[in-house]
């Protein structure tokens, strides 16, 4: 079956750092772009920002709200693809997204991973 | 950035209408768009890929068009299980953005 499982999501004060992560199974995750895609409380979804396989250069590109704190990298050797979030906002409080792809359409997401920025 | 609007934002409609719901962008995006349904709690669903094209196990009741900067999501005959929020993406260029959703109501 294939599976994103997000995980290292909660309660986080601002300014601080996070570090999301997504496990993939039943399919080859070195082939795939990866994306991550949040939705604060009661809203709509916001990309947040990808990385492309290595096969197009494993290089990434970010929303312009979190570009420079927010840094997407990726494990092909585990399967695993990451959302390292410094300097925290309070705006940043959603529900975090990994999904498989971009270009034609994010066809595999996770349960997703609630992120909540708060003193 | 590119900007996407949907219109319209809320619908009311009845089991067997037929559903109609419009993305706007600000600039020409080929057919770099997709759709997906958001039921509540739920991540979202894609529906459909390059503008037309129909994600595998997708009931066919759902449809895409268009090109350029006017697209559409059609239902032709809404089913209980359609009842959600739906969302446009552009892909065609960096940042990628959403439509800020339509909800689909039951009338």
């Known amino acids: 079956e294939v599976q994103l499982v997000e995980s290292g999501g909660g309660l986080v004060q601002p300014g601080r750092s996070l570090r999301l992560s997504c496990t993939a199974s039943?399919?080859?995750?070195?082939?795939?772009?990866m994306s991550w895609v949040r939705q604060a409380p009661g809203k709509g979804l916001e990309w947040v920002g990808f990385?492309?396989?290595?096969?197009?250069?494993?290089?990434?590109e970010y929303a312009a709200s979190v570009k420079g704190r927010f840094t997407i990298s990726r494990d092909d050797s585990k399967s695993i693809a990451y959302l390292q979030m410094n300097s925290l906002k309070t705006e940043d409080t959603a529900v975090y997204y990994c999904t498989r792809g971009l270009l034609y359409g994010m066809d595999v997401w996770g349960q997703g991973t609630t992120v909540t920025v708060s003193s | 950035d590119i900007q996407l609007t949907q219109s319209p934002s809320f619908l009311s409609a009845s089991v067997g209408d037929r559903v109609t719901i419009t993305c706007r962008a600000s600039q020409g995006i080929s057919s770099y768009l997709a759709w997906y349904q958001q039921k509540p709690g739920k991540a979202p669903k894609l529906l459909i890929y390059?503008?037309?094209t129909l994600q595998s196990g997708v009931p066919s009741r759902f449809s895409g068009s268009g090109s350029g900067t006017e697209f559409t999501l059609t239902i032709s005959s809404l089913q209980p299980e359609d009842f959600a929020t739906y969302y446009c993406q552009q892909l065609n260029s960096y940042p990628s953005t959403f439509g800020q959703g339509t909800k689909v109501e039951i009338k």
């Open positions: 039943g399919f080859t995750f070195g082939d795939y772009a």
């Open positions: 390059a503008a037309s």
């Open positions: 990385i492309r396989s290595k096969a197009y250069g494993g290089t990434t």
